[in-house]
């Protein structure tokens, strides 16, 4: 079966969703959680009653999974975003033998305003479309019968929800849908809550923390919050386990406490863990948490954790400090969104990203603007990210109704968030916001509420009631911009690189850049621009950070990793160091090359590398930049060495780890460029690469990027096609056309046929509901066609 969708700048009528992978659902429902993804509806652009809608026959109904975007949107967005009213709806039915039990509903998330009803009956009303929320349905379902749940959601510009900022003056676009999982949770009327079940600060679910920790002997203390549904007093007692590769390490069973007829008990418990393995970005490790629930000796609810023990610290003096070791925070920032699909991605395509930061030689992300899910924060528990967590918010600070909806949000983000030890920032600031004094105090002591304790740090971009300042780096002015920062305060730049030379003329280089282009200067480059620009936003990026390490910031954020779309513009904002389709620059390769050797017990982010930032394919371009973490670079051209060098001493590379490698080629001669890359007089690494010649034919790939595609859960990745030479050799600066097909269990998402952009085309590939073998194939004028085999799991 082939499946393809229309050319770019239609917004088509097809609806493109995704699940959570690895988790299989279905209608069978059990005790626990279960994912709600499947046997779904969809209708949008109907303007009655929520009642008349679901009884209205003439109406085409759509089916779909989840998550789901109401609207595939073109790949350049242009600034008409859909937006209006999309309604869901799902029938299914509940056993009468769970009659009694708890039934609850969890949205991971869905865009923006939030109408849920269960069989006619208006449950609950969510304002906000980046943190999830919960529903409790027990006494609105029918055991045994027919029931039908219906989410009415709004994306339309609100004023008083967070970002509150209209979508054609926003600098990110807000999507559309239930982008994220549904799950039903059934559980016994004694359980352990969910952490938006009740309102309790500081509580809620399970809430871990540590204290005392070292390499030696730690504390794990548990905080666990009882919900008791019967209207008789019940005796329970929590029992935690930590394990590690399922091997028991430590545990406690809690002395029995009251939890009296409808209400709620909160018990504490503490685990001595002997010699623990402490998570740190280098060396992430994690132990799972088991907690259990007993109520008159029978185990009536569990749970489950991943969970790491580190213990951190950030003052002005000594920096950011993890473990008891100092760690300089090397960061980038990311948006959420994919190409057409919007925010509805798989858990997998969140983990991809995750992993694509950390091998860009990044140790941190910053969420921007806006809370991530719980995938991409799993993904950096996992790989080893350190987090800045955000609330929603950019230029925009409402009413009252504003304000009180964004201190919920703090509230919200901590209390679902805070277990992740990823997390070592709390952004509750609304970014580059007019937040009035009162607003920023509050926001402060609210999440210091919401977690108690001396290892949380809440920061924001205004240098006032929060524990760290973040500013951008254009915040500041030049040439010193926060480099002379003086304040008992830690500081963080949170954005540099982008806006100090698309708006301020260049940063430093007024001479250097002085016969450049604005265009050709800043730092927003598409791929398709040419090796010269690409160079330039490489250059602007090593400056920049180069600059910031000379201050005593605790580390920086460069704008951005990946190419968005913008509500208040008709193009890509391009400054990532990789494309909306996540194919990198040369920007990618000086990060990358930061990261030093060994410096992650994962294997894949901590070998040498080596890349030539050239194309080899220009007589006038006669400069070979290459980014490297060897200690010595060695430049072949054509079967003859030209040197070998050590790191470039020059302004630009005075702080950084890694210098780059700069050659300076004599005359150009057509063929083929090697770097070796040498550490203690030994090869480590090499890249080659050639000049193009002709483009002979098509050569295909996707990016897995540490997951491999998977069925059954609406899985997506990113499928390429570059023009190529009879060597291999991606032809650069090509544009041809090219058409994308796909036969098996699979179907095809975005612009096809679409130009190759740098000599790439790229389309998004989904997998379908088995596994099995899928076929990807690719044709342009002119060319031989490309063909990929792929197992899908």
Known sequence: MIKSFLQIGVVLFALFFVGACGKKSGEEYVKGDNLFNKGWEFVKDVDLPVGEIVSNEKLLWEGVSLPHSASIEPLVIKGDQWQGDCVYKK??????????????????????????YLNGQLLHTNLGGYLPFYVEISQAVRFGGDNTLVVKLNNEDNPLVAPGKALDVLDFNIYSGIYRNVWLTVKDPVHITHELEVDHEAAGGVFVSYS??????????????IRNQNATNEKVGVEVILLDNNEVIASTTSETALATGNSTVVINTQLQVTNPKLWSPSSPYLYTLNVKVNKGGEVVDSRDLRVGIRTIEMTAKDGFVINGKPLKLRGTNRHQEYPYVGYAISDN????????????????????????????????????????????GWQFFGNDEFQQNAIKDIRKMVRVDRNHPSIILWEASLNESAMSKEFMEEAHRVLHMEYPGEEVYTCGWIDYAYDVFIPARQHGKPPHYWNQYKKDKPLFIAEYGDWEYYAQNAGFNQKAYQDLSDEERNSRQLRGYGQKRLGQQALNYQESHNSNLQGNAIGDANWLMFDYNRGYAPDIESSGIMDIFRLPKFAYYFYKSQAGIGESVIDAFSKPMIAIANYYNDPSYLDVKVYSNCQEVELWVNGKSIGKQKPDRDANSTHISNPPFTFNLPAFTPGELVAKGYVNGKVVAEAIQRTPGHGTGLKLWIDESGKKLESGCNDIVFAYAAIVDSEGTILPMAKNSVSFSVSGDASLIGANPINAEAGIATVLLKAGENPGDITLSASSEGLENGLLKIRVQ
Do not use: T
Not at 358 to 377: D, I, M, T, W
């Open 212 to 225: 005392n920790v070292s390499d030696k002997h730690s504390e794990v203390n548990v905080k666990v919050d």
């Open 91 to 116: 029938n299914f039915r509940i056993p009468k033998s769970l009659s009694g039990k708890h039934l609850g509903l969890l949205l991971e998330g869905a865009m923006q305003v939030a109408e849920v």
């Open 349 to 392: 395509a969140n983990f991809r990203d995750a992993w694509k930061i950390k091998e860009a030689g990044f140790n941190f992300v910053r969420l921007s603007h806006y809370p991530q899910s719980q995938s991409f924060l799993n993904a950096c528990d996992e790989l080893g990210i350190l987090v800045m967590d955000a609330i929603p």
